[in-house]
C-alpha cells in the first residue's frame, strides 16, 4: 500500500511546508529533510494516512521505561493527569515523571500517542514505524482513528535553525513480529551490548529502605542455599546517607562501609550489585546543601524531578564540577569498593528539558553515554531513562514501572501517572516491550515472589508474575527472604529458574492473552486471565 506524507515546520521566522513528492511503501526507510530560514524552530509535524479496523490494536511506546504502554484498541485513549487535583500534581510534582510536561494530552477515544516507536497490529501482522535518530529530537507519533491519520513530530522546538535541517528518519517495516523489529533495529545500526543473562536477589521489595549490615548479611546467607555461582546479589536503596550523597555509606547502617559487604559476597561466589540514582539529589541532602549551583535549572530555579525520598533534583551533567564529581564516585563505587554491576536508577533526571542547541532526547543520548564511560567494562542496569537511548547502551534495562506487593495499588493511587507502582501494568510491559529483548539490551521485568508474609498478591498472580517474567526478561531476581522458604517454594523457585534456563520458542499470542513455548521438548502454555487485565 503506497503512501504519501505532509510535513510543515513552524519557526519565529516564516513556516515551511513540504509535500511527499513521491510515495513510499512499508518497508521503506523514510528521510525528510527541510532548508529553515534562521530563526528558532517552534514545531515539526508530518502527517501520514493510516487506516486501522475495528480489531487492529495499536501500540505506542511510552516516555520512560517505567510508563504504562500495553496495545490499545480503536477506541481507547490514554489518560494524563487531569483526574488528580492540580495542587496534589504541584505538591507531589507527579507531572516531571515523564512527558506530561511538555506533551499535550488529547484525551479523546481513539486518540493514542509515544515516543521512538510505534505500531499497528492486524493479527500476526505488523506495521511498525521506528525513529532510526533521536539526537534531532524525540519522535513523537499520534495516532487518530478518526481521522486515519498518524501525526509524526519532532521534539525540538526551541532549537535555533538555519539551513539544512533533518525533520525525520523514520523505518517502515511490515511482517510479522520479528520480521518488523529485526528490519527497525538493523536499520538502525544497533546493537545490544553483550552479556549473559542475569539471576539472582535484590533487596528492595521486602525491605525497601530499611536495610544495615546485619539484614544484608542475613540476607546472603540465605541465597548462599539457593543461588548459584555467578548469580547477583544486589544491595539497592537504603545504604547511603541521602540520595545524592554517593560517596559514603550510612556509617549507622553499615559502620565499615560496603566493602567488607562486597568482600563476603564475592566469597559466596556471588556477583555484588548496588543501586545508586546518578542523577538525582534529594531536597536536603549535604550534595544539594554545599553545592546548589550543582543542581539542573530552569528558568533560573532547581527543576524539581518528582516526590520520591521527599523531593529532589537533578545534577546538571553540562557542569565540569559535577562530571568530575560522577567520576569519583564510580571509581569509588566499582574501584574501592568492588561492585560488579550497578543498577543506575532516576536516569530521566539528566534531562527533562534541552536549551536552544540541544534537544531533550540528544542530551539524555549523551547522558546515557557519559555513564557507560564511567563505567567501563561493568554491567549497567538501567532504570527510568527513556527507551531509545538505553539502546546499546546498557547490557541489562527496566521496561516496566516498580511491581507491587498487590495487584494494582491502592484505588487512589490509579488515578496518578502511568509511571506509577503497579504488579498489573509491569506484567503489560513485560508482556508488550518483550521485542526490546536481546535487540536494545536485556529485559528487566523486575522481580517477582514467591512468599506468603508481606504480599498481598494471590498465590495465581505470583505464579503469572513468575513466569512471565522468567519467559520473556533477561533479569530474573527476587526480593524474598529465601531463608523461610519452605520445601515447595524452593521446588517452585527451581521451576521458574529452569523456564528461565531452558524455555524455547517463547511466543506470545496476544489475541488469546496465552503464552506457548517448548520446556525439553514438550509443549506448554500460559493461559493469561483476561478478567485480571
Not at 236 to 253: F, M, Q
Not at 319 to 329: D, Q, W
Not at 489 to 507: P, W
Amino acid at each position: 500500500m503506497l503512501m504519501t506524507w505532509r510535513a510543515a515546520v513552524k519557526t519565529d521566522c516564516g513556516d515551511v511546508t513540504l509535500e511527499g513528492r513521491e510515495s513510499f511503501d512499508w518497508g521503506d526507510t523514510l528521510h525528510i529533510t527541510a532548508d529553515l530560514p534562521n530563526g528558532v524552530i517552534k514545531s515539526v509535524a508530518a502527517r501520514i494516512p493510516a487506516a486501522v479496523l475495528e480489531n487492529d490494536k495499536i501500540f505506542m511506546n511510552g516516555y520512560q521505561t517505567w510508563t504504562s504502554c500495553p496495545e490499545y484498541g480503536v477506541r481507547d485513549m490514554i489518560w494524563d493527569l487531569s483526574r488528580v487535583p492540580r495542587p496534589t500534581v504541584r505538591k507531589y510534582d507527579f507531572d516531571r515523571y515523564a512527558d506530561y510536561h511538555f506533551v499535550r494530552y488529547p484525551k479523546l477515544p481513539g486518540v493514542t500517542h509515544g515516543h521512538s516507536y510505534c505500531y499497528f497490529r492486524r493479527g500476526d501482522t505488523y506495521r511498525l514505524i521506528g525513529s532510526l535518530d533521536e539526537a534531532p529530537g524525540y519522535t513523537m507519533f499520534e495516532y487518530d482513528v478518526s481521522l486515519a491519520q498518524l501525526t509524526v513530530r519532532r521534539d525540538c522546538a526551541g532549537i535555533k535553525c538555519g539551513g539544512e535541517y533533518r525533520l525525520f528518519d523514520l523505518k517502515f517495516a511490515l511482517g510479522n513480529e520479528d520480521e518488523v523489529f529485526d528490519a527497525w533495529f538493523r536499520a538502525a545500526g544497533i546493537k545490544p551490548v553483550e552479556a549473559p543473562k542475569m539471576r539472582g536477589y535484590s533487596s528492595w521489595y521486602n525491605r525497601y529502605e530499611d536495610i544495615d549490615r546485619e539484614s544484608i548479611s542475613g540476607d546472603l546467607e540465605g541465597c548462599k542455599t539457593l543461588l548459584k555461582s555467578g548469580d547477583l546479589f544486589q544491595i539497592d536503596d537504603g545504604w547511603e546517607n541521602a540520595v545524592g550523597d554517593w560517596l559514603e555509606a550510612d556509617s549507622v547502617k553499615f559502620p565499615e562501609g560496603l566493602r567488607p559487604i562486597v568482600d563476603e559476597i564475592h566469597a559466596s561466589g556471588l556477583k555484588a550489585g548496588l543501586w545508586l540514582a546518578p542523577f538525582a539529589v534529594k531536597k536536603g541532602s549535604k550534595t544539594a546543601a554545599e553545592h546548589p549551583d550543582w543542581l539542573l535549572k530552569h528558568n533560573g530555579e532547581p527543576w524539581s524531578q518528582g516526590s520520591n525520598w521527599g523531593g529532589f533534583y537533578g545534577l546538571d551533567i553540562d557542569n565540569p564540577e559535577v562530571t568530575e564529581h560522577l567520576k569519583r564516585v564510580f571509581d569509588r563505587v566499582i574501584d574501592e569498593w568492588g561492585f560488579d554491576l550497578l543498577k543506575l536508577d532516576f536516569l530521566y533526571a539528566a534531562a527533562p528539558f534541552g536549551t536552544d542547541k540541544e534537544t531533550r532526547a540528544a542530551k539524555m543520548l549523551r547522558a546515557a553515554d557519559l555513564l557507560r564511560e564511567l563505567c567501563g567494562n561493568t554491567p549497567i542496569l538501567g532504570c527510568g531513562v527513556p527507551v531509545y537511548p538505553a539502546f546499546g547502551k546498557f547490557e541489562y534495562c527496566r521496561i516496566s514501572c516498580d511491581v507491587s506487593l498487590d495487584w494494582d495499588d491502592k484505588p487512589q493511587m490509579r488515578l496518578c501517572h502511568r509511571e506509577r507502582v503497579s504488579t498489573k501494568q509491569a506484567i503489560l510491559n513485560t508482556l508488550y516491550r518483550r521485542e526490546l529483548n536481546g535487540r536494545g539490551h536485556l529485559n528487566d521485568p523486575d522481580v517477582f515472589f514467591l512468599r506468603d508474609d508481606n504480599i498481598d498478591l494471590l498465590p495465581e498472580q505470583k505464579r503469572l508474575l513468575a513466569e512471565i517474567n522468567a519467559l520473556f526478561g533477561g533479569v530474573l531476581l527476587t526480593s524474598d527472604d529465601v531463608s523461610r522458604y519452605t520445601k515447595a517454594q524452593r521446588e517452585a523457585y527451581a521451576y521458574i529458574r529452569d523456564l528461565s534456563e531452558n524455555a524455547e520458542n517463547v511466543r506470545f499470542h496476544p489475541d488469546e492473552l496465552r503464552v506457548t513455548y517448548t520446556l525439553r521438548g514438550a509443549e506448554r502454555t500460559v493461559d493469561i486471565p483476561r478478567e485480571w487485565f
